[in-house]
């Protein structure tokens, strides 16, 4: 059982061993892993970490999602600069 209290999206990149994360419930959660089951395992013990410092800096911690969502998807291409 994958045990995540907040919704978590991970963005697969064009290289096989780099997956980026974050979660759309807690502002500036964010990651990199080399799988999606490493995704979801720093993901699982980072959105702790990040609750436990809102709560330290006295800033608002949203309520766990229920049922959070883990969605996989491809990350946006970079546009070129011009």
């Known amino acids: 059982m994958i045990d995540l209290r907040y919704s978590?999206?991970?963005e697969a990149?064009?290289?096989p061993d780099?997956?980026?994360f974050y979660s759309?419930?807690?502002e500036g959660?964010?990651?990199v892993g080399q799988s999606i089951?490493?995704?979801i395992?720093?993901?699982k013990w980072g959105m702790l970490d990040h609750v436990r410092l809102l709560q330290e800096e006295g800033l608002p911690v949203p309520p766990p999602q229920v049922p959070p969502r883990i969605v996989i998807e491809n990350a946006p291409a970079l546009r070129p600069v011009a």
């Open 8 to 10: 978590l999206i991970i």
């Open 29 to 31: 959660f964010t990651g």
């Open 13 to 15: 990149t064009e290289e």
């Open 24 to 26: 759309p419930d807690l």
């Open 41 to 43: 395992y720093k993901a």
């Open 18 to 20: 780099f997956f980026g």
């Open 37 to 39: 089951e490493d995704c």
